[in-house]
Nanobody, 115 residues
Framework: QVQLVESGGGLVHPGGSLRLSCAAS????????MGWYRQAPGKQRELVAQ???????NYADSVKGRFTISKNNAGSMMFLQMDGLKAEDTAVYYCKAGDGMFDFWGQGTQVTVSS
């Protein structure tokens, strides 16, 4: 089992920045992929960014050049640096991790971009 806890969400003006964190605990040694997803009101949950030892990093087209995903060497922390935020980035952001058999999700953190 893996437990994921997100933090760092909040209210920010357009053009501003936020840094999301995801703390992972439990059987993190088995994880081979971690990522950030988001879900806006009335929309489906979508992939924002993903990081894995096999394929490196990949980003949704809508956030390329503005968001950066990273994690520490131990794999216990994952981050999402979000710059140049837009109103359309408003959503609940979720941390997800997988070990090839199971997917684990955090509870989500709200990001609101508004003037």
């Amino acid at each position: 089992q893996v437990q994921l806890v997100e933090s760092g969400g909040g209210l920010v003006h357009p053009g501003g920045s936020l840094r999301l964190s995801c703390a992972a605990s439990g059987s993190i040694h088995a994880l081979n992929v971690m990522g950030w997803y988001r879900q806006a009101p009335g929309k489906q949950r979508e992939l924002v960014a993903q990081i894995s030892s096999r394929s490196g990093t990949n980003y949704a087209d809508s956030v390329k050049g503005r968001f950066t995903i990273s994690k520490n060497n131990a794999g216990s922390m994952m981050f999402l640096q979000m710059d140049g935020l837009k109103a359309e980035d408003t959503a609940v952001y979720y941390c997800k991790a997988g070990d090839g058999m199971f997917d684990f999700w955090g509870q989500g953190t709200q990001v609101t971009v508004s003037s």
